[in-house]
């Protein structure tokens, strides 16, 4: 599977919206870009993926470059809830492949 | 709530050990996996099953092994535990191979 690349950390205002990065430019043509968060010590929770079309589900934007080498995650109105690590993921479907976490991007939602 | 169900939320034990921690995968998912969260390693995947079949492995040790039964529900094993087992263990399941997967609440293991 592909590397991905995510920053350590961000704030975000409650509120507004939280946009977080994710660069993947070795990805290959079959790869999945998935988005997962995690909050405190739960379980991680699936958000969204997509293969290179903008997907939008009820909680959040994915957004894929047309090169598909970067995208973007999308909370629309970020909330104190939503403070958690956010990981990309870049896998190959139909393959049963396991889910490889980086060290993905801190969160903190501020009031 | 995802659906899946672990137990023990929480366990403590003494090295040299041994433990078995229980997974119930959402209903009607056929493929289980575990994962194991410490803090010097982060987010590891540990082995899949799928149908009741062995399906990948990851970085497991050879003191660890797992199931899933024919009621799709799912055990990992640990022996002759150490220091260095603690950590937080996390079962997901999905529907097929090629979904998203579902996780559970983790069972937090520690290791005296």
């Known amino acids: 599977d592909a590397k991905t690349t995510q920053p350590t950390s961000m704030d975000c205002a409650e509120g507004r919206a939280a946009n977080l990065p994710c660069n993947h430019s070795t990805i290959s043509g079959n790869e999945y870009v998935y988005w997962y968060r995690q909050i405190h010590s739960q379980g991680p929770q699936y958000i969204i993926h997509g293969l290179k079309n903008n997907e939008t589900n009820e909680m959040a934007s994915l957004i894929i470059t047309e090169d598909r080498k970067s995208s973007t995650l999308i909370l629309p109105h970020a909330t104190l809830r939503d403070t958690a690590v956010y990981y990309c993921?870049?896998?190959?479907?139909?393959?049963?492949?396991?889910?490889?976490f980086g060290g993905g991007t801190r969160l903190m939602v501020k009031p | 709530d995802s659906g899946v169900t672990q137990t023990p939320k929480h366990l403590i034990t003494a090295t040299g050990q041994r433990v078995t921690l229980r997974c119930s995968p959402r209903s009607g998912d056929l493929s289980v996996y575990w994962y194991q969260q410490s803090l010097d390693q982060g987010l590891q995947f540990l082995i899949q099953?799928?149908?009741?079949?062995?399906?990948a492995k990851g970085n497991i040790l050879e003191r660890f092994s797992a199931q899933q039964f024919p009621d799709l529900h799912s055990e990992l094993n640990l022996s002759s535990l150490e220091l260095g087992d603690s950590a937080l263990y996390f079962c997901a399941s999905s529907p097929g191979l090629e979904y998203e997967q579902y996780f559970g609440p983790g069972t937090r293991l520690t290791v005296t």
């Open positions: 993921i870049v896998r190959v479907d139909n393959a049963g492949n396991m889910l490889t």
């Open positions: 099953y799928y149908n009741g079949e062995e399906r």
